[in-house]
């Protein structure tokens, strides 16, 4: 097991950098080997997630080269590790006598209320998931959350119950299951043929569920019946429920009448659209969770991340973990720029949205290009040349193609004051009225960062 493991890491060590093999590879190992599926120990998520993102394809391919035969590799950290040997999940055998259902069912330990930002879109759903966290009783129960996907729900599921078990009941048996979990558990039940009874008693002894994703039992009849007679059972016992959702019970068609109505007799929240200034906020926890200073990458990057990828959270965690492989990648006192941001970032699948959409960045880059400069210089404090002239330029064309504060053109440009930004908009207004040359840039800049 070991043997295999360093002869991968040879050869990765040949395919990649030196500083990122030390950094993502030197100190992982095979946790566990069953057949041909390996779990890789890694020291923490950062490299958990740049390896499944960046290397995984190289360590299936040195594999299937050294042994002949392909495999299948998953990444656990230590964090991971320990949560899972405390519930026996991992390491220890199910007990024969009783069925087990839901074997994966387990609590990510890596979110919690301390790292879930804030912001007023998703404020409601947040105070409302830590009450049922820290209190017991049956007010708010259920509680169900909806919101458009990648914007929290799973991460406020799994937070409620990472509270529940460190702060209020240490041996609660907490169960946390996505509805799709639910219907392969009931389909590979039904078909076992085994008395129905017990995947019901199964949940008899649960003190809290945490149901994610309740629409996609709708049209499923069969479980659906299954699901409500285990929920009844539960509400009966006064045991919490925390439901999610795309939609809000009302909106949720397919799914029985008697479901939904029991759904709205809890306490029914919403998270809404996330706002930049709080994706910034995301972006910096995220930073300082990764053992990381968020001074490592510049003010702007973030700023400009947090732009690009506000519409769902999940493609923010994307675009930062590629930021946080370029900056461990690169000398230590570097701070990663927004040219190098964007060549990055260009290379994830949303990224497109990077150079199409019309938004600050797009502008910065072609008022760079017209000037010949780069972005970072425009954003930049140089003041000689054309630079300065270029700068206004591009704050005058924000202003007026996006519907974009001052504050935040100001932030743009390296904490420019919005007055300053002000004063350089109104300055490129006065002289486009006289300044024949003034007027042909802006002309023409404006058909660029239309196209
Ligand atoms: P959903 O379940 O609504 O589709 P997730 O809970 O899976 O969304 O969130 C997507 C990603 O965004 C996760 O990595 C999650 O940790 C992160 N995330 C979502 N909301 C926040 C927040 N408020 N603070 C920090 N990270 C967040
Ligand atoms: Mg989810």
């Not at 950062?46 to 299936?60: A, F, G, H, P, Q």
């Not at 941001?341 to 290379?347: E, F, G, Y």
Request: net charge neutral; charged share 30%; aromatic share 10%.
């Amino acid at each position: 097991m070991t043997r295999l493991w360093e002869k991968v890491l040879k050869k990765i060590n040949t395919r990649i950098d030196k500083s990122a093999y030390d950094y993502f590879f030197a100190d992982t190992y095979i946790y566990q080997q069953r057949g041909n599926s390996l779990v890789v120990a890694v020291p923490n998520l950062v490299v958990k997630n740049t390896i499944e993102n960046n290397y995984s394809d190289d360590v299936l391919e040195i594999l299937s080269e050294l042994e002949e035969q392909n495999f299948e590799v998953t990444y656990v950290t230590a964090e991971e590790i320990k949560a899972s040997k405390e519930e026996e999940k991992v390491v220890s055998k199910p007990s024969k006598s009783e069925p087990e259902f839901f074997k994966n069912a387990f609590l990510k330990p890596e979110f919690t209320f301390d790292n879930f930002v804030v912001g007023d879109f998703n404020k409601e759903a947040q105070q409302a998931a830590l009450y049922v966290a820290k209190n017991g009783g049956t007010l708010f129960n259920p509680l169900f959350i909806y919101s458009r996907s990648g914007l929290g729900k799973t991460h406020l599921l799994y937070a409620i119950g990472n509270y529940v078990k460190e702060n209020r009941i240490k041996d609660a048996k907490i169960l946390y299951m996505s509805a799709q979990d639910f219907v392969d558990e009931y389909v590979s039940y039904v078909r076992g043929e085994q008395e129905s009874k017990s995947l019901k008693a199964f949940f008899y002894d649960v003190d809290l569920l945490l149901f994610d994703d309740v629409q996609i039992l709708a049209e499923k009849v069969k479980t659906e019946e299954m699901f409500f007679a285990i929920y009844q059972n539960l509400i009966n016992a006064g045991k919490r429920i925390i439901l999610t959702s795309d939609k809000q019970p009302v909106d949720l068609k397919g799914l029985e009448e008697r479901l939904v109505t029991r759904f709205k007799q809890g306490l029914t929240v919403k998270i809404g659209e996330p706002d930049v200034d709080t994706c910034v906020e995301i972006l910096k926890q995220k930073c300082i969770n990764s053992g990381f200073k968020p001074e490592k990458i510049d003010a702007n990057v973030l700023y400009f991340v947090a732009e690009n990828y506000s519409k769902d959270l999940r493609e923010l965690d994307g675009a930062f973990n590629q930021l946080v492989f370029l900056a461990l990648k690169s000398p230590e006192d570097k701070t990663i720029t927004i040219d190098e941001a964007i060549k990055v970032l260009a290379t994830l699948k949303s990224g497109k949205k990077v150079s199409t959409q019309l938004n600050e960045q797009k502008i910065l880059n072609v008022v760079a290009d017209y000037y010949k400069l780069t972005p970072s210089q425009l954003t930049g404090k140089d003041r000689f040349g054309q630079i300065v002239l270029a700068r206004h330029i591009a704050m005058y064309l924000i202003r007026n193609n996006l519907d974009v504060p001052l504050k935040k053109i100001g932030q743009l440009f390296g904490g420019k004051d919005h007055t300053t930004v002000m004063s350089a908009i109104t300055k490129v207004d006065k002289e486009l009225k006289t300044d024949k040359q003034l007027q042909d840039a802006i002309a023409e800049l404006e058909k660029r960062i239309k196209k």
